[in-house]
Structure formats: C-alpha cells, structure tokens
C-alpha cells in the first residue's frame, strides 16, 4: 500500500509540476490524495458562527479525532487509514485551526471548545462515540468525558494536556516564561519546530515544509493568542476527571518534549470511576499517531478490543 501511495503521490507531483501549478496546491493535492487512501471526505458545516471543516469516513462506531495547538485534522489522516474500514471517523478542524474559521473576538477556551464539539456531535447525529486527542486535543476530549460522561463510551488521551505534571518540560518553562518555542520565527524555523514535537519526523518533501512553514508563519499570531487564553484560564481537569466514566488509555511518547510523561501519574490518581491503560512508545514525541501511525493504531485498536 505504502509502494503505490508513493507512486501515485510521485506522478500526481509529476503532472501537477507540469502543469505549472504552485507549490501550495501541489500540497494540497498531497493532501487530498492522503485523505482519499485513508477512505475520508472533506465537509463542512455552521456551528456557533464558525465554519467548521472536518474529515468523515467509513460506516460502524464513531470514533471522534480532536488535534492539538496549532495543527488540524491532517495529523490523524494516516492513523485514521487503519480505521476507516471499520469505524465511522470523524476528524474537525478545531474553531481557530486549519481550514475551519477563526474569529477575532472569539474565545477558544477548553468549555467553548467543547461545546462546539458537541454541537457538531449532534448536528451530525451521533449521540455516543469513542473520543481520542492529542495534547489539546486531549485537554478538550478529557473535558467532554468529564461533562458528558454518558456520550463517551471510550477516551483516549495521546500526550494530552490538562493537568499540572509534576514534571516540567524545557518547553514548558520557557512557555510560562514567555517564550513560545512552537511558534515559528519564521518559514525556515518550521523545520526546528517538527523535531521539536516529534523525535523522528516522517519524510516530507521540502517544497511541502515551506508551505507547511509558510502557513505556521502567517497564523502566528493568531495561535499565540490562543495560546495566552488557555495558559491564562488555567483550568486544571484533576478536579473533574473524577466524573469521567470511560475507559481511557493514557498513550505517551516516551520522548515528549512538550508535555511531560509524568502527567501520566496525575491522570490515573484522578481517573478513579475509570478503567485506565497505559502505553509508553519510548522512541517517541509528542505526536505519535503523525509520527508512528501504524505502531499507534495497534496500540488504540488493541484498547478499543480489550
């Protein structure tokens, strides 16, 4: 499978250059193309005055997929190959992120997040699904869990974020001290950034990271801002997971070097109602379903079985 992808990939970039299209739909093109092998379709839909894009594919159980900060649904398209065949996915661009909208005056805290959530959740008619995010994603998921404990059947939290670990990362100091290390200086310092989250970085073309970079560049400013909201609401999930009901596999990179791996402690002293697992990818960061897909689909599909 990966053979062809690659081949179809290298003739679509063939065409494409022929055909004197820019770099920036050859991306995007890519991206189609990665998003049609793993079985999903691209909509949207209005909810509370965004415009919310998501990924949605494949018939059974709903799995719902929330990213992290500063990314979007692409960096679940290849973990979500080894389910659509068997699970209805679902993917958004979180309200701020991606190709979904992002309004100035808008908040973007954890509880309105949330909500938007749910009210795509019930605009497209799924009333209880398993839910799994990545590090804000995960903030997001561990809060719907804890104030919807019946719509979650299962939580997975990947390097999520939430609680105070009693560990810190460089990143994080240097967060609370006011220096973003995930925000790009500028397109070329996207490169730094992905070996930053990620321990080994999959291949990606360099005319695809200076688009990548490019955009990072150009949403600067917008994803310090909601990076300054969520630091300054300070809402801490210990309080709430208790009220968490679902089974929930607490999945970390072994080499995360934004959210510390002893936030793994916290979780499971607080989810006491919860069944919890545990899985540690050691040669991993904090982004492991981008960076090892297939290695983190058995991990999920292992829980989901179990």
Known sequence: MLRRLLLVASLTLTVALGSGCSQENIVDSALTLEQKVSRLERKSIRIDDHEIV???????????????????????????????????????????????????????????????????MQALGVRQF??????????????????????????????????????????????????????????????????????????IPGYVLDVLGERAVEHKA???????????????????????????LLLWGGKDRIIDISSIQVFRQNLTRAKTSVVVMPEVGHIPMLERPGETARHYQSFLDS
């Open 222 to 248: 917008f994803n310090a801002r909601i990076f300054d909201e969520l630091r300054r609401e300070e809402l801490n999930l210990a309080p709430l997971l208790p009220q968490v009901k679902a089974p929930t």
């Open 130 to 203: 398993h839910l799994v995010g990545n590090s804000m994603g995960g903030y997001i998921g561990a809060y719907y869990a804890a104030t919807h404990p019946d719509e979650v059947l299962t939580l997975g939290l990947f390097d999520a974020a939430g609680v105070d670990s009693p560990q810190k990362t460089e990143f994080m100091q240097q967060l609370f001290a006011g220096n973003n290390l995930m925000l790009p200086q500028d397109r070329d310092d996207f490169r730094r950034i992905l070996k930053l989250v990620m321990e080994e970085p999959p291949f």
């Open 54 to 120: 998501y990924m949605e594919g494949g018939s059974g159980p709903t799995i719902l997929m929330l990213h992290g900060i500063t990314a979007d649904s692409g960096n679940w398209t290849r973990f979500a190959r080894h389910f659509s065949n068997n699970y209805h996915v679902i993917i958004p661009d979180l309200p701020g992120f991606g190709r979904s909208s992002r309004i100035a005056d808008a908040s973007y805290s954890v509880p309105k997040q949330t909500e938007r959530v749910r009210a795509l």
